[in-house]
């Protein structure tokens, strides 16, 4: 039993260390990348909610998926503030680095 133990541990650090490594990749690429503003059309909106079984609260993440002009698109993690003020069809200057939306104006 204490091998089974030991091998669980570590089993579970290193799944805490595989996290927080692929997370600091993320940020750093990110600041890596240019700050982009670019002419773009929102297209479609949707969410994922997990969570909200027993006593604990439901979290909701929102999403966007913009279409550029030469028709690529990225999807980006977008504020609720932001998720609410943004309709599908708004056309406007999308600000966004690496996969970090910074902003739209309509």
């Not at 927080?20 to 969410?47: D, E, G, Y």
């Not at 609720?80 to 999308?94: A, P, W």
């Amino acid at each position: 039993m204490p091998l089974f133990m030991k091998l669980m541990f570590i089993l579970i650090i290193g799944v805490f260390v595989f996290v927080i490594f692929k997370s600091l990749k993320a940020w750093s690429t990110n600041n890596a990348s240019p700050l982009l503003s670019v002419q773009a059309a929102a297209v479609t909106k949707r969410t994922e909610v997990w969570g909200g079984s027993g006593d604990s609260s439901a979290n909701t993440r929102y999403y966007v998926t913009f279409q550029f002009q030469d028709g690529n698109r990225v999807e980006l993690i977008v504020p609720s503030q932001e998720f609410g003020l943004i309709v599908e069809g708004d056309k406007g200057q999308l600000s966004y680095q690496g996969t970090r939306f910074k902003g739209f104006v309509r």
